[in-house]
């Protein structure tokens, strides 16, 4: 009767283990120190409660982080070391043992050496929880997360770096590709959107970057694994390109050639997508860096050009594995006629991207704001629920805004500190959606703008003072934006009840020329969940400050010219930067006012008055005002003046000394 062969050789694992058990050993220790023994050290001081998370990669998370994503990359590189050194390939491949069973054998061994340091970890958290006081801080399925998470990322690498093993002859290569394949997607992703924000007009880079792109890569997911833990939809993911990933590299096993040992690529297929994969990253890489350092348009296409020379050449020396690789032009030229081709499709905006503005009829609603940051409902200061538009004479004011900006097709220049964002996000009646971001001078779309800005609805959808239950209004209380500590607090309901309500009436009644007026006073809400809302109160708020001098508050919390010890104003456009640039704002002005480059103001009258007319200083403001309050010792607050709210005593005395 013939005898059956085991599928397990014992000799085959026991020379792994003594090749690749030490990082086992390593990681064990590694998570030892990052968790158990940080905890029990945590627990035995006398307060805990400060240093110990119910999410457990909150414990020592750059240590663990790190052996997450070097450990299972090293274990792969020792381990399919022998596909890669020709005498061992030729060893390993002589024994009588099928490539099937050898795969499976250094696969499952990796596999073990990962995930028992991870499992006797999590007994050891599990004993912790039974026996000490860390069931206080945790309940026991953060521990079960914590190392589903962890067994589900080691994996992931682990068969990523498994896959590219199966593809290269070379270990540095392996180590190097592996981490390229995981932020492959993410960094393509970033340098296209880089790339397409100068290219095309009103591409909202921002927006993509920012929202999606943790989306395109495991490792920025799990940097982000302190904050936030996966879905189940990120782990189903991850899971599927993991076992995608261990397939792959089962057949690319079985078919691998022995002699390709020592090869940069092995199979003939890959190396064209390997030799233009890098030619094209490295193009976007160098347009990417002219972009940033010489700002100009024919400086960005020559970093095209030189990025996409340099990583040709080197993907060649690399496949070759020798320099003399120059001859080899006709790829290239194919690869730039491509490249052209793409170039003038996107210049030319032959998919009408640029000119794209939505029908009224196909909108649905319509967010507009100064960034993206607004529709992130992660912001738990954000209490806009809904900030989309979704009256119609509203949303064709925005559309009209939006028409104009792309009939003008206005370039902004950069620094330049006038230009406003204007981000556009359309939800579509078919589900889909528009996101556009401009860069504009505001003035020259004014009349669009302020229709949009003066509508009730956009005002509702924008200002969080509309989103508030009055009923669930505990305490309102009302400070000086500047100035001094004094402040009031009111918890009578009736109050609070009229305070709000002037306050949504002074907000429906400002205007598109007032939005840049100085906060006198803020109001803080503690809601009943806890939560604080501030809204601010404009210095033209005048049925609010009635409201403040009936109730005989505005005496308590009012400003005045008592409260400021100088104003000192100067020319914007002449010294502005060196306010703004400097470090200590106190010392430029000081400076300034030693050089004699503006004018002092110290009488309560004159003070008064430009009180009523100061805005946030920017770029727009022909003068900037430095306010010195008695009340803060070293601190000087920066504000605006326009041209028609300066006194004509400060024009002249200014123009006069400059």
């Given amino acids: 009767m013939p005898s059956k062969t085991s599928w397990i050789n014992k000799e085959l694992m026991i020379q792994n283990l003594r090749n690749v058990g030490w990082v086992g050993i390593v990681y064990f220790i590694g998570l030892l120190f990052s968790l158990p023994i940080d905890i029990i050290g945590k627990l035995s001081n006398d307060d805990p409660f400060y240093a110990i998370y119910d999410n457990l990669f909150k414990m020592q998370y750059p240590i663990q982080i790190w052996l997450m994503l070097i450990i299972p990359v090293i274990l792969s590189l020792f381990l399919f070391r022998f596909l890669h050194v020709k005498q061992a390939t030729d060893f390993i491949h002589s024994l009588p043992i099928k490539r099937s069973k050898l795969f499976l054998h250094f696969t499952i061994m990796g596999f073990g050496i990962l995930i028992i340091p991870i499992l006797l970890n999590t007994v050891i958290l599990l004993s912790l929880y039974a026996f000490t006081d860390f069931q206080q801080f945790v309940q026991v399925q953060d521990i079960f997360i914590w190392c589903g998470i962890t067994i589900l990322m080691n994996t992931l690498f682990f068969t990523t770096a498994t896959f590219i093993a199966m593809v290269t002859g070379l270990t540095a290569v392996q180590g190097a590709l592996t981490y390229i394949l995981l932020l492959f997607p993410a960094g393509m992703f970033m340098l296209v959107c880089f790339s397409l924000k100068d290219l095309l007009f009103g591409f909202p880079e921002d927006y ?3 929202i999606q792109i943790e989306k395109y890569s495991p490792i920025i997911k799990a940097s982000y694994l302190e904050n936030e833990i996966f879905s189940w939809w990120d782990a189903c993911l991850f899971l599927f390109i993991s076992i995608i990933f261990y397939v792959l590299s089962f057949f690319l096993y079985k078919t691998r050639k022995v002699e390709v040992a020592s090869q940069s690529i092995v199979f003939p297929v890959l190396r064209p997508i390997f030799k233009f994969g890098v030619a094209f990253c490295t193009m976007l890489v160098g347009g990417l860096y002219f972009n940033e350092i010489q700002q100009q348009q024919g400086w960005i296409w020559f ?21 003399r690789v120059f001859k080899q032009w006709k790829g290239y030229a194919g690869f730039l ?13 032959l998919f009408q991207y640029e000119k794209k503005v939505p029908d009224l009829d196909d909108v649905e609603a319509v967010h507009i704001s100064s960034g993206y940051y607004h529709l992130m409902n992660n912001n738990q200061e954000v209490y806009i629920k809904d900030p989309f538009i979704k009256e119609s004479n509203s949303i064709e004011a925005v559309l009209s805004l939006h028409e104009s900006i792309v009939e003008k097709q206005e370039k902004s220049e950069r620094n330049m500190e006038e230009y406003e964002r204007i981000f556009l996000y359309y939800k579509l009646k078919d589900g889909s959606k528009l996101v556009r971001d401009y860069s504009i001078k505001l003035e020259n779309y004014k009349s669009y703008y302020a229709s949009i800005y003066e509508s009730k609805n956009f005002k509702e959808t924008t200002e969080q003072i509309f989103q508030v239950d009055t009923s669930k209004v505990d305490k309102l209380t009302i400070y000086p934006d500047m100035g001094g500590n004094k402040r009031v607090a009111i918890v009578d309901p009736e109050e609070i009840q009229e305070a709000i309500n002037i306050l949504k009436d002074e907000v429906y009644n400002t205007s598109f020329e007032d939005r840049g007026k100085v906060h006198l006073y803020n109001v803080e809400l503690l809601l009943s969940t806890e939560k604080w809302m501030h809204v601010g109160v404009k210095n033209n708020y005048k049925q609010f400050e009635d409201w403040l001098r009936e109730k005989g508050y505005l005496e308590e919390i009012q ?18 930067d060196r306010i703004f640039n400097s470090m200590d704002q106190e010392q430029a002005v000081m400076e300034l006012m030693k050089e004699n480059k503006g004018i002092e103001i110290n009488d309560s009258p004159d003070i008064q008055k430009l009180m009523n007319h100061l805005n946030y200083g920017n770029m727009k ?10 009340a803060h010792k070293g601190y000087i607050e920066i504000r605006g003046l326009t041209e028609q709210d300066t006194p004509a005593f400060i024009k002249d005395y200014i123009n006069e000394n400059e």
Avoid: C, P
């Fill in 559 to 576: 400003v005045t010219s008592d409260d400021i010890e100088w104003m000192y104003v100067i020319n914007q456009r002449e010294y502005g």
């Fill in 621 to 630: 403001n022909q003068y900037l005002v430095a306010v010195k309050y008695k």
């Fill in 303 to 323: 970093g095209y050009f030189v990025g996409s020379l340099f990583g040709y050449y080197l993907a060649e020396m690399v496949l070759q594995k020798h320099w």
């Fill in 208 to 210: 993509f970057f920012n």
């Fill in 337 to 349: 006629v491509v490249i052209g081709l793409i170039g003038l499709l996107i210049h030319f905006d």
